[in-house]
């Protein structure tokens, strides 16, 4: 028998960008997401002899398996469960090569197909407690559409909840890839480095009031409101990382961010933003989305390749045998 899981990737309109605890990776602010249809991992998890790890067709023996399994062992004991040892096979549907994170997807579907073989049968909220040991981002593709992470006092206060499953708001996202392929600065690194900052506590502060806003933009179905929330934060996390002497942007993200403000200068709503690394997405009204991708096209010619992405569901796992 096997288990399998699929989760799709998340892109956050309010970052998490700061951890209290390193390890139970417990963010020092809320955030908020949206889980998106295009991109995801799907994950096929046994009991075994031994550990081994496929990802793509191909045995990983390095860092990547390393931190699966280390992941892996931190589920066994939080679940009081005996020592034991897995076979993985996992396919990312996530253009990695574009430099597009899949740390999300990857560590909420080994969460949930671990569940399902462990047959733990693990609340919503567990999987969420339990993705984010993987990766914290994680924690949010739990649930479908629009998500908030709370930042929780301790590690069982610290999960998702859904806000919006199914978004009304006709919302689309378009990737662009620059063709960074890995960044030089780990987000986890550049959590940790953005902590001495000196806006630090007003980082915090942003993110705090940004969720409580874009619930408000979310409920009101105001995709302007929304989109100005997002860029705004995802202008600070970048400001944060400058403030501490580095950044993810190239010249091409800054232009990406400028293209935003000249289309809604055009009357096409658009807005930009980035996470760590320098492709960027453009948030529009599905209408618009043709538009703006040829408009970046016709900006970035070859040095950008696009991905389209509208909301997606949340994680879902079943057995075989
Ligand atoms: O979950 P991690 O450790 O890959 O960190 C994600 C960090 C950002 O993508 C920049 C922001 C976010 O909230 O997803």
Same mark, same amino acid.
């Given at each position: ?107 909420? =579907? @080994? ?10 049968? /693990? &609340?919503? !909220?567990? $999987? *969420?407690? #339990? ?107 970048? =400001? @944060? ?10 010249? /091409? &993200?800054? !232009?990406? $961010? *400028?293209? #935003? ?61």
């Amino acid at each position: 028998m096997a288990s399998f899981a699929l989760a799709h990737t998340n892109l956050a309109l309010v970052k998490y960008w700061g951890k209290e605890d390193e390890k139970l990776r417990l963010p020092s602010a809320p955030s908020l997401s949206l889980t998106l249809n295009a991109f995801y991992t799907k994950t096929k998890l046994s009991l075994s002899k031994e550990n081994k790890f496929v990802l793509d067709g191909r045995e990983e023996k390095g860092e990547e398996a390393q931190r699966v399994f280390s992941f892996l062992s931190s589920l066994l004991s939080l679940f009081r469960l005996p020592s034991s040892r897995f076979f993985i096979e996992s396919q990312n549907f996530v253009p990695k090569s574009a430099g597009f994170a899949s740390s999300a997807s990857a560590f909420c =579907a @080994l969460a949930a197909a671990f569940s399902k073989e462990m047959g733990l049968c /693990l &609340s919503k !909220r567990e $999987l *969420s407690i #339990a993705s984010r040991l993987g990766s914290g981002s994680a924690a949010r593709s739990v649930y479908g559409g629009f998500v908030l992470w709370r930042e929780g006092e301790g590690s069982r206060e610290s999960f998702a909840v859904p806000i919006e499953e199914k978004p009304s708001m006709p919302l689309s996202v378009l990737f662009l890839s620059f063709g960074e392929k890995k960044k030089k600065i780990s987000s986890s690194e550049g959590m940790k480095l953005s902590k001495s900052s000196p806006f630090f506590q007003i980082w915090r502060e942003e993110c705090r009031k940004a969720c409580k806003e874009a619930e408000k933009a979310i409920k009101d179905d105001s995709f302007e409101s929304l989109g100005e929330i997002s860029e705004r934060n995802a202008c600070q996390m970048h =400001a @944060l990382t400058l403030s501490c002497g580095f950044s993810y942007l190239s010249q /091409l &993200s800054l !232009r990406a $961010l *400028s293209l #935003a403000k000249e289309l809604r200068e055009e009357g096409v709503s658009c807005y930009w933003s980035c996470d760590a690394g320098s492709n960027c997405a453009l948030l529009c009204r599905k209408e618009d989305l043709d538009i703006v991708r040829k408009r970046a096209e016709k900006v970035f010619a070859s040095s950008v390749t696009c991905f389209s992405a509208g909301p997606g569901n949340g994680v879902e796992a079943w057995s075989e045998s």
